[in-house]
Every structure is written in structure tokens, then in C-alpha cells.
């Protein structure tokens, strides 16, 4: 679209002259937002390549949960900052945004001048970093405290407005699983150095790159401890990062913390159940005791170089989750939750054989299996 005008004098042909310029877009002033800081913030109706919104830094992006809320932010039109330490980790979510929305930089956690490099220009920040097993690089503490309180340390530094803090259901300073223990820890230490932070405690969640169903339908899920009682209330992760969506457009919601949990409360193993009759197969487990197990676990995780299972593992498998009755939830942010086993059958489909895949879910497929004794009558 052209801009045209009359020049001082009128033309012989009376015709306009155009210029070459565009015109700026119109912008009305009630979507300009002004944030805690008095910074200028665009608000615009999103889409995948509209132009202005926040800018938003988050660390743990390349994991589980940070491809679904770096969708979300990205197709609104915010702009994204997405610290990373391994290149071939990120490449998937080059294609959650247009171009020029996603700002890849690389980051190590002990290094204080590359966090506040990713923060210095951002307005929200979230903390998505996270590990469930500790390594000899990194333990539960490094991560889960000196980490978090180096992130929350820049973002006090550059008075960033929003900072989310993504813990973990259970977080507590006196539990007996160190991983509970120091993500405690963590939400002490980030409200300390920022009194706004936002708390977010999401249950197990479940998704396709899940480490619940995939865990449970995989062949390597042999051995167990306290024969699968642990009781908690899984999470879609899809309405996780619906969540913290909302939580960057509320400020109300700064300061506040949240259990995001699914509306069903299952065992282990009742969803190995499930798993079972969606998937068409059997799995066997052994139970092993915990004093016997949690050893076991602990020199594996030390001599192999690779994810398999450490003693906080076992430790966790006794802890039931416990919701705090004063935190916020999914209905304080206006969602409702889906559940687990409305969902199952999608997300473990590609675990069936070839003789079940193309059969409906568990339900349909069992009246299905009775249909063909409809003609036997016992009367006897």
C-alpha cells in the first residue's frame, strides 16, 4: 500500500503523485500496556508473524515441558530468548516461530555474565531448568538452588518485570528425597532475591517425550520398589504451558504460587494398567526392596553414562504428592485440566503391534473381543 499526496501547486492532469514510502501501521493507544517498571509493552491479538508483545527469556526451553510454552509465546507474537548449552538440543524448536521471533543463546549455569546476558532485554523471564537425576558435572543442588538463585540474582539485577519459577509437586525442605528437597530449597532462595517471583508446581505430566507413559510402556521398566503405590494426580503438559501462558498476560498472578495438577488421582500402578490394555501388551515387573534396590540404583547412576536410574528415583517412589490447600490451581487461571485416561490411547497408539493398531481404544476394542462369545450360552 502506497502513500499518495498533492503536491503545492495542481497538476495539469489533476492526478495524484505517489511516493515510494510505506505507511506506518496504525497502533490505537489502549494496546500499549505499561508494565511494573514503566516499560512500553505492544499487546496485539498474536498470530504467528505479528509484530510487538513481550520478550520473554526461557531457560530449560530445550526440555520436556519448554516446547510447548515456547509454541505458545511465539505464535502470539512475543519475542523469545531461548538459552541453550547443547546445539543439536534446540533445532526442534526453530520451527515453533517465524522468523526472527526465537533468539538462541548459548549459556552455561555457573557462568553469572551469559544468564544476564539472556535476560538483560527481557520483560519475563521463565525457569524451566530442571534435573531428576544428578550427574558429575551438575548435583540436585547445583541445579535446582545455586542455579535458580543465579537467574533470579540477573533478573533482580535488570529489574526485570515477571519472573516464573517452574518447581515440582512435593517441593519441600524437610522431604527425604533430596530432589524434592532442593527444589524446597530453590522457591525459598528465588523469593528471597525476588519477593514477585511466581511459583508453579506441576504434578507428573504426560505427553508424547513424556517419562511416564513412554516409562511404562517401554521395554526397560522391569524392576520397581513399594510394587507401584505412589499415588499423584498427573498433568497434560499441553495445559501446563496453557498455564503459564496466562501467567505471563495476569500480573496478578505475580507473587502467587500454583499446583497444577490433572483431575484423576491414580497409582503407578493403575496407569500401568492402562498402559497395558492400550498398548495390547503385558508388562511384568519385579519389586525389588528399597534397601536393596537404592544401592544398585546409586552405582549405576554413577558408573554409566547415561540415564538409568539413581537412588533418588527409588526414594521418590514411596512419597505420595500432596497439594498445598493455599496454593492456586488450574481453576484460578480459568482451564480445566484434561485427564490421563481420556488421553492414553493417543499418545501410546504408536506402542501397539500390528495387529492392534488400527483397533479403537481399550474400551470399544474389549466389547468388540466380547461380541464373539454372544453365541455361546451357558444354561446349565
Known sequence: MQKCWYSGSIRAAGKPRCSNFHTV????????????TGKPIIRVQGGRSSLGGHTVTV????????RYIVNRLARQGCTVVIPYRDEMAKRHLKVTGDLGRLHFMEFDLRNTQSIEESVRHSDVVYNLIGRTYPTKNFTYEDV??????RIAE????????????VSSYNANEDSPSEFFRTKGQGEEVVRDIFPETTIVRPAPMFGFEDKLLNKLAGIKNLVTSNHMLER?????AI???????????????????FELYGPE?????????????????????????????????NVLNRALWWPVACADDVEREFIDQEIDSEAQTFADLGIEPSSISSLAFHYLQSYRGSAYYDLPPSTAKEQREEKKYLHVIDDQ
Open 25 to 36: 501501521p496504525y497502533q490505537a493507544i489502549q494496546d500499549v500496556t505499561i508494565t511494573r
Open 59 to 66: 531457560f530449560g526451553a530445550t526440555g520436556f515441558l519448554g
Open 144 to 149: 535446582h538452588v545455586e542455579g535458580a538463585t
Open 154 to 165: 540477573a533478573v533482580a539485577k535488570y529489574d526485570v518485570d515477571r519472573f516464573i519459577h
Open 232 to 236: 499423584y494426580w498427573p498433568v497434560h
Open 239 to 257: 495445559d501446563v504451558g496453557h498455564a503459564l501462558e496466562i501467567m505471563l498476560q495476569d500480573d496478578l498472578t505475580a507473587s502467587k504460587t
Open 265 to 297: 488421582n491414580h497409582t503407578t500402578a493403575e496407569i500401568a494398567k492402562m498402559v497395558d490394555k492400550e498398548t495390547g501388551k503385558h508388562r511384568r515387573h519385579i519389586n525389588l526392596p528399597k534397601i536393596i534396590r537404592k544401592p544398585i540404583a
